[in-house]
């Protein structure tokens, strides 16, 4: 039975990527528009391989871009999250796993009146695998894989999901491209906000579940 929802921050509950554009922008002079449609369509090794970036740099670049991302205090939701996380709240137990900080995530639901509804937020980099981020999370907050449904909207995340034999929903509207996404074989995949109520909330999903005191 699945009892908690973990979702990630960026791309898949908050919409920053025109933001992460602007920071990748500043430390690329040479990106442009179609280098990341290839990034949404292909991934990140395709955009490594076409610009030829170094990886011995790409560390030190992903964490530049994290922690200017982490100053980002501006952050909207995309729309109609709110209505889903205040849905699925009432049956589910929410939290969030992001490469962001706490105190801006934290700040944002707040914002929009959600903070209470989640459970936790656990921040980690997930610059050495996002799967080792997801054990890490189970381990602290004492939860079953067996018993979470992890939304994301990146092909590492279902990649990191599956290593870990973690049920995961893919979204549409964040990172990568839905062609790119079903490549990668999700247990689920969503095109709007409003259907991961459909399927979480259907009684006749695999997920649903009757018991609203979990």
């Known amino acids: 039975m699945i009892k908690y929802i973990v979702f990630d921050f960026d791309g898949t509950i908050a919409d920053t990527f025109d933001h992460i554009k602007e920071i990748v922008r500043a430390r690329l002079d040479d990106i442009g528009e179609a280098d990341f449609e290839l990034l949404r369509s292909e991934g990140i090794k395709a955009v490594i391989q076409h610009k030829n970036i170094s990886m011995h740099k790409l560390p030190a670049m992903v964490l530049g871009v994290t922690s200017q991302l982490k100053k980002g205090k501006d952050i909207a ?7 889903v996380i205040q849905t699925l709240a009432t049956i ?3 939290g969030i796993v992001s490469s962001n900080s ?7 639901l707040e914002k929009y009146q959600l903070n209470s509804l989640f459970a936790f937020v656990y921040s980690q ?5 996002k799967d080792r981020v997801l ?3 189970c381990q602290k907050h004492q939860l079953n894989p067996a018993e979470i449904v992890y ?12 290593k870990v034999n973690i049920k995961n929903m893919a979204v549409c509207w964040g990172y990568n491209a839905e062609k ?4 990668l074989n999700p247990d689920y995949i969503v095109t709007s906000p409003l259907q991961i109520i459909d399927v979480f ?14």
């Not at 939304?151 to 599956?162: F, T």
């Not at 790119?180 to 490549?183: D, E």
């Not at 909330?201 to 609203?212: I, L, M």
């Open 151 to 162: 939304v994301g909207d990146e092909d590492r995340d279902i990649m990191a999901c599956k």
């Open 135 to 137: 054990k890490k999370m």
């Open 180 to 183: 790119r996404l079903w490549a």
């Open 125 to 129: 980099s997930s610059l050495f695998g």
């Open 102 to 108: 706490e105190e801006n995530i934290r700040q944002c």
């Open 92 to 94: 589910y137990r929410l």
């Open 77 to 83: 939701l995309f729309a109609d999250m709110t209505t």
């Open 201 to 214: 909330c259907n009684k006749e999903s695999q997920w649903h579940t009757n018991d609203s005191s979990i």
